[in-house]
């Protein structure tokens, strides 16, 4: 009886297991959709057609907020699957919600950036440094986006169901996820606006 | 029961976790981010005279990739991981096409804008789309 109770536990654990590495291989080549739009972004930052160059155009301590805000929103994440796995189902919604209210902050900070530049008339149609800005940095936002929708299912998932196998399991995804969407966030922080300053 | 065991056993989930393990992540995070920013923040308040470009070009692709390892290991907890390590593999595997995609698209278009002058490139430019 207990073999068979471990047999079954074993055979989750190894779902879980391929599960987990399934997702890693998505990120990996989310990683390279990435990184073409990064190398379009260095072919193309230097053709500014007349317009502002990433030099007039992006203020430093802006970007170093929203770097520290992603940068802060990965560490609750953390602290969520920490929780998650001392079974304690309020301190990992408490961790969640902490983690969507920054990632919301990020977003707006973004896109807040977004509209002063279409508003001074530098938008995507301006030239072909700003149209692979938007694209790279949109791109980034879009997963944003959806990595907070995602967090929100997830919470309301965990107030229903508990802290299941299932939403356990989802969990240390999405965790995979956001910190991995941290990870993409510093080369754009260093590539297109340390860089872009100099 | 143990001949039935694949190699995927070994592999245990990312649950060892410590709070330890990520407040080093977050703490080195921080770090490296400051330092280039500070870096970079001088630099240009001093009218862009305290360091030499190539450096700080270096500097602050250094910290990032600093901090890139640090987030790898302390957040996604690769090198953690029991054999054998399909993860790292499929990150190595990543890092190579990025690296090709990267490199190769910025030589091939480096290259072909040395090569071609504005007018052969404006040539080009109405073959293609029948106008500029």
Redesign the interface.
Known sequence: MS?VAL?IQ?EE??A???T??GF??YI??D??LF??L???Y??LHRNTFGGPSSNELFS?PYA?AE??VL??S??TC??A??AA?RRNKNLVLACFAITALLGLTFLGLELHEFRDFVLQGDSWRRSGFLSSFFTLVGTHGLHITSGLIWMAVMIAQIQRRGLTRGTLRRL?LLS?FW??L??VW??I???VY??G?? | MAKMQTPVHAQHETDHATLGLYISGFLLSLLFTLTAFGLVEEHVHSGHTVFSHQFLIGATVVLALAQFFAQIYFFLHLGRETKPRWKLLVLFFMVLVVLIVVIGSIWIMYNLNYRMTPDQINQYMINQNGGI
Request: a negative charge; glycine letters at 4%; hydrophobic letters at 55%.
């Open positions: 073999e047999g074993e654990r190894e879980d297991v391929k987990t590495f890693w291989v990996m080549t990683c390279v990184a073409s990064f190398a379009t260095a072919v430093l170093l770097t520290l940068l802060t990965s560490f953390g602290l699957v920490l796995q240390n995979m910190h991995f941290d990870v510093i080369f922080f260093t590539i340390l860089q300053v100099l």
